[in-house]
């Protein structure tokens, strides 16, 4: 099971942390999240995958990122889990 997620990403954010959920212009949901990581040769990205797989308990390898590893929006794919657990971790999208 592959679970997509979409996540804004604050780099630089003081702390590690998911901040729930929000919407977009067009009504799509995304998880806020911040990392204290600056975004400097993919240290931010890799804390962010860092960050999910903790949250989820899956390894940082079940964690990826397909879309946007230059923005601030992106596109997560995470190995192992469903969208109950998606739910379960994170609460209801927006």
Not at 6 to 24: I, N
Not at 64 to 81: A, P
């Amino acid at each position: 099971m592959t679970v997509r997620l979409a996540v804004r990403l604050t780099p630089r954010g003081g702390r590690d942390a998911a901040e729930g959920w929000a919407r977009d212009e067009k009504g799509q949901s995304y998880l806020k999240a911040r990392v204290a990581a600056p975004p400097v040769e993919g240290a931010a990205n890799a804390a962010l995958e860092k960050l999910i797989a903790k949250a989820f308990k899956v390894s940082r390898g079940s964690v990826r990122i397909v879309s946007g590893d230059q923005s601030r929006l992106k596109i997560l794919e995470i190995d192992g889990i469903g969208q109950a657990d998606l739910e379960r971790v994170f609460g209801q999208p927006g």
